[in-house]
């Protein structure tokens, strides 16, 4: 109530549009005249509205998780619809100083680290969503007298008062326990700490800031690094720099100890491949000496390609690349070809049509400058193509002769030599492959 009050006193000045957002838990008898009442109060304060009954207790039930943490989920669940109903960007939340300092006690009997001990934060992201907490500098009492001056009613949650939920217990019972017997001000104590940690945790986040995009080398899907580069990293960043890598592709969700831990031992275990799957369907890869992370979607194959490759002219890919296919006097090449260039002696090609397919089972190539043929899968390996990747990029081929790897190489037999009368030249107009910076 005092939030929204004083949102309210400033929406004219700072033109802020607010919506009031209420969520009826279903756990108490007068949840239905509470939100009723916050129904009123926002009709008299010429406010949009948006209330919601969730039954706590069969999300409970249905997730398997603590009363309180359905709770939450369904709050944010309101927030967040409303939020992209209305089209706001900001979410505003009325968390206050004894809050922090119950979140940070709370924290530290989970265990945790310097973030947690760091509590709430004034602001935090949420996919494209900031959350803002207004109130994080006052203390309960502070917002009670300016309810009392204001002439405001807040309602009192009667659940407040049962200590079998783990914050009031903590609030109701630890809290004044150690105050009575090891600290008067422990409240403000802890406050103290999450301001210090606070500080140490943007330095952390700035210093990792600097290192992801160091050691990163981004694609349109993935984002890759060195395994070693990541390894040797003091654990205190490459902790954050692997959360930030994860927040591209999950933003809702975090890595918690264990999954970086997981991460860790992989790139330190001196295997060349693997798989982790992260939260948010995020996923991470080994290949050889690289990490990747990546969304769920980029380890689905693409569809089946397979379609006749247009000579001359543009074949237009699945994806949005092309490959151009023209004819060029041998005197009249560039050398060298770029790899996503082929030069091709179209006299000595196989009798049929070419076209343009993804990998299939079985496929063999014979690379330009090797004695022979191999399979197609120990070529891809020998160049440290992630697994996920390899049925993405296209095959230039006559039948099952595959005369290029698009972004790789030839076939050794349609080499141009000193006999070729007429060049077919390939181009691939569009990277399949993500750029790789700084991670060989």
Not at 117 to 136: E, H, N, T, W
Not at 163 to 190: C, F, G, S, V
Not at 330 to 354: E, H, I, T, V
Request: aromatic share 8%; glycine share 6%.
């Amino acid at each position: 109530m005092a939030l929204l009050h004083m949102l309210k006193a400033l929406s004219r000045p700072f033109n802020l549009h607010l919506v009031a957002a209420h969520l009826n838990h279903c756990l108490r008898p007068e949840a239905a005249y509470e939100e009723a009442e916050v129904k009123k109060i926002a009709a008299a304060w010429s406010l949009p509205c948006e209330t919601r009954a969730s039954d706590i207790r069969s999300i409970k039930r249905a997730r398997g998780i603590s009363e309180e943490e359905a709770g939450r989920l369904a709050r944010y669940s309101l927030l967040f619809d409303t939020a992209r109903k209305y089209g706001a960007f900001r979410i505003a939340l009325g968390h206050h100083l004894d809050d922090q300092a119950e979140t940070v006690l709370l924290n530290i009997l989970r265990g945790t680290g310097v973030d947690g001990l760091a509590g709430i934060l004034p602001v935090s992201k949420r996919g494209r969503f900031s959350l803002i907490r207004p109130l994080l500098c006052l203390r309960r009492r502070e917002i009670e007298a300016y309810c009392k001056e204001n002439d405001l009613r807040p309602f009192t949650d009667s659940s407040n008062l049962e200590t079998e939920y783990t914050r009031n217990k903590l609030r109701l019972e630890l809290i004044p326990r150690l105050e009575q017997d090891y600290n008067p001000r422990i409240r403000e104590a802890l406050i103290n700490l999450a301001a210090l940690a606070a500080e140490d945790r943007r330095f952390l986040q700035a210093m990792a800031r600097k290192k992801y995009l160091d050691l990163a080398g981004f694609g349109r899907r993935e984002t890759i690094f060195n395994k070693n580069e990541l390894a040797a990293l003091p654990r205190a960043l490459s902790a954050r720099v692997l959360r930030m890598a994860h927040k591209k592709y999950a933003p809702s969700r975090e890595l918690d100890s264990s999954h970086i831990q997981k991460v860790l031992e992989l790139a330190e275990s001196g295997k060349t491949t693997g798989q982790i799957s992260l939260p948010g369907e995020a996923l991470l890869f080994l290949s050889q000496d690289r990490i990747i992370m990546a969304g769920a979607s980029a380890a689905e194959d693409s569809a089946q390609l397979d379609k006749p490759l247009q000579v001359p002219g543009k074949t237009r890919l699945p994806d949005g690349a092309l490959i151009e296919a023209r004819f060029v006097d041998p005197g009249d090449l560039a050398w060298p070809p770029s790899k996503f260039q082929a030069y091709l002696d179209f006299d000595r090609l196989p009798p049929g049509a070419l076209r343009v397919r993804s990998r299939w089972p079985g496929a063999r190539f014979h690379p330009h400058g090797s004695p022979g043929a191999k399979k197609l899968k120990d070529f891809l390996i020998d160049h440290k193509v992630p697994q996920h990747w390899r049925s993405k990029i296209p095959l230039v081929s006559i039948g099952d002769e595959i005369v290029w790897v698009a972004g790789f190489r030839i076939a050794h037999p349609y080499r141009v030599t000193d006999r070729t009368g007429r060049v077919l030249v390939l181009a691939y107009k569009k990277l399949m492959m993500p750029k790789q910076r700084n991670i060989c």
